[in-house]
């Protein structure tokens, strides 16, 4: 039964493949649907609303647990404050977290800028730069939580400050944030290391997909970054702030 | 040099754009913290808080990753789908209203102990 001559975009007759290899030769036929999109980009957008998703079901869940509990919530501002050389300062610590990952979306910004411009060592170097914003930021969760579980006695179960559903909400959310981040930090210094051999300039395919990829290899990486850093906004208005 | 999306897809800016935008989100941050140092409450402050939270991520989608240049198909093929969420928001903020309400009435503080009087058990 035929529906029609199927075209490509010239008008010349396509191959239609029947049964299960129609099924890859269906969908990897090479349209296009964005134009002047590099196909990696596309997908990344693709995975980054995905996981919007589960970020946004991550945080309407903790919405969910503070508004129907009856047990007052902990104050975030209290239980995240730090006492700097005798200054009791709310919130602090999670203020320079959050100036460090901007910092880090900066030099990330600017680092796929000098890319595209075949820049090789000063995009090497922003692009480590990130990554060393990326692993301090890290660095202060881990200190963040440690805090939280050996000091104040806060329990994925319970905690002394009041609802225990803080602790269950506090730990999965900055959790699945911070092992975000330390994917980034791992993409960063791979990428960092193809910009600085070459490998993008000359287009060396990949050592794990064997794939070829430009510049656009750094853009890439970098939504992924920017992304992590947007959910870091969000974090920090509904979890700490609020 | 102005901005220019070349026919492989490369995104070029003037590199001033990214410096305006990283300074415009430090200050926004800022001042989102602000409100929390000054302790300002209620409404004032949840207005705040979401009215920065927006400029911040508006800023980052558009300049940083770029959706402001890109092809408006895949600006909306990306962003049009989050609207969903506020369908889930909506229904489990009314939901959660609703769980507050009945523990309120029945419960001890939320704690499962039954606590009101006149409520039929049924044994």
């Known amino acids: 039964m035929s529906y029609g001559a199927a075209v490509d975009e010239t008008g010349r007759p396509v191959k239609v493949v029947e049964g299960l290899p129609g099924v890859v030769t269906d969908w990897s036929s090479d349209q296009q649907a964005f134009k002047r999109v590099p196909w990696g980009k596309a997908m990344m957008w693709i995975f980054l609303l995905s996981d919007t998703f589960i970020f946004a079901i991550f945080l309407t869940s903790y919405m969910t647990v503070r508004t129907s509990t009856t047990v007052p919530w902990p104050n975030s501002s209290e239980v995240f404050a730090l006492t700097v050389f005798g200054n009791h300062i709310p919130l602090i610590l999670i203020a320079i977290m959050t100036f460090i990952l901007i910092s880090s979306s900066g030099t990330m910004a600017m680092a796929v800028k000098f890319g595209y411009e075949k820049k090789r060592k000063i995009t090497t170097f922003l692009i480590l730069a990130t990554a060393f914003f990326g692993a301090s930021f890290v660095g202060m969760q881990v200190f963040e939580w440690t805090k939280l579980i050996v000091e104040e006695g806060v329990r994925p179960w319970g905690n002394p400050m009041g609802a225990p559903q803080f602790g269950a909400t506090f730990f999965m959310i900055t959790g699945f944030h911070g092992f975000h981040v330390s994917v980034g930090v791992i993409l960063l210094l791979m990428v960092a290391r193809k910009v600085w051999t070459g490998d993008l300039e000359n287009m060396r395919p990949g050592f794990f997909t064997g794939r070829r990829g430009g510049y656009e290899i750094v853009e890439i990486v970098g939504l992924y970054w920017h992304f992590v850093d947007l959910v870091w906004v969000f974090i920090f208005a509904f979890f700490y702030l609020w | ?123």
Request: charged share 15%.
């Open chain 2, 1 to 123: 040099m102005s901005d220019v999306i070349t026919e492989e897809g490369e995104q070029q800016h003037p590199i001033a754009i990214y410096f305006w935008v990283w300074g415009l989100l430090f200050v926004l941050s800022a001042l989102s913290y602000m409100v929390d140092y000054m302790q300002l409450q209620g409404y004032l402050r949840w207005t705040l808080i979401l009215f920065f939270m927006f400029l911040k991520a508006g800023f980052i989608i558009a300049v940083f990753m770029h959706m402001f240049y890109e092809r408006l198909a895949m600006a909306c093929a990306i962003l049009i789908p989050m609207g969903c969420l506020l369908v889930l928001i909506g229904l489990m903020s009314f939901e959660a209203n609703y769980t507050k309400d009945t523990r309120a009435v029945y419960l001890d503080g939320g704690t499962g102990v039954m606590q009101m009087e006149g409520v039929a058990k049924h044994d």
